[in-house]
């Protein structure tokens, strides 16, 4: 069957798009990184990070999908791609669209993908020494709880009542100010489980970290969407004992893996650290390619 491109029709390919993300995770194992829980954080991000909130249609209306025959194979947003395991030659067109379409995208590409490499380097795309860190934890394996200070405890963050120090906790990872909508749309999503949504506060009740993730019920997995640790608490133990909690509750939901994607060790040593203390094993690096 022939592959046709087409834009994405809003709210009514939305499941349809979800119901993708889930099955080929499945079936393309570790190498699918942009899994429904990633699209579903970042959509809900998007529609709230405006004064006014977007419908969902505004926020897909720049995506391409990308059937065969009638099956979804590939998607196309601004800033990432998705591609079925046996349909990754409609790669090249992408990379064709995404010039026509959008204006200095930077493609994210594992080490060693060289056909992925081979058509980036025809279209004039440089490899840069930037790149990202996968990690993925076993849960069949024990989970290293490590302990908190006295006095701290781990409580799930829609208990709390004063939720700015939540807003800046997640600023100091995304480098955003999160509100109070944003939430409220996280909270709509299908991988959202309260469970997993957790901060440690001080014998005050102040909060001192906060570690988040999602879970995708199908493919029984957790991606650890947040974790951070105000600096004058660092260094305590509290991000070790607080990503065991979270590791500890998606196991009791039903997860038997999970995933994390961290920037470089070189220029974030802390949570690369963090995670290969814990027992998560290296998948591969995602370096960007970009224009020269």
């Known amino acids: 069957m022939a592959v046709i491109h087409r834009r994405c029709a809003g709210v009514q390919d939305y499941n349809l798009i979800r119901n993708f993300l889930e099955k080929e995770y499945q079936n393309y194992g570790t190498r699918f990184d942009h899994n429904l829980t990633l699209f579903e954080f970042q959509t809900a991000l998007s529609r709230g990070l405006g004064e006014e909130v977007q419908e969902l249609n505004d926020v897909l209306e720049n995506v391409h999908l990308w059937f065969n025959g009638e099956r979804l194979v590939g998607m196309l947003e601004e800033g990432a791609?998705?591609?079925a395991g046996d349909n990754r030659i409609i790669f090249e067109e992408m990379v064709e669209v995404e010039g026509s379409c959008f204006s200095g995208m930077e493609w994210e590409v594992y080490e060693g993908d060289?056909?992925?490499?081979?058509?980036?380097?025809?279209?004039g795309f440089l490899k840069s020494e930037e790149y990202w860190v996968r990690r993925d934890f076993d849960l069949s394996q024990p989970v290293d709880k490590g302990r908190l200070p006295e006095g701290y405890e781990v409580r799930s963050v829609p208990d709390l009542k004063e939720q700015e120090e939540i807003f800046q906790a997640y600023k100091l990872c995304y480098g955003l100010l999160f509100n109070q909508t944003i939430f409220d749309l996280f909270h709509e999503t299908s991988t959202y489980r309260k469970e997993l949504d957790l901060v440690v506060t001080d014998h005050v009740g102040k909060v001192v970290?906060?570690?988040s993730g999602r879970y995708d019920e199908r493919n029984e997995l957790l991606t650890i969407e947040a974790v951070s640790c105000f600096p004058e608490y660092r260094g305590r133990g509290v991000s070790k004992a607080l990503l065991g909690e979270l590791l500890l509750?998606?196991?009791?939901?039903?997860?038997?893996?999970a995933t994390v994607y961290t920037g470089m060790p070189e220029k974030f040593p802390a949570p690369n650290r963090l995670y290969e203390s814990a027992g998560f094993e290296l998948v591969g690096k995602r370096y960007v390619w970009k224009k020269e």
């Open 249 to 257: 509750a998606a196991k009791g939901l039903g997860a038997t893996q």
């Open 114 to 123: 060289t056909d992925f490499e081979e058509v980036l380097i025809n279209k």
């Open 81 to 83: 791609f998705y591609v």
């Open 209 to 211: 970290a906060l570690c």
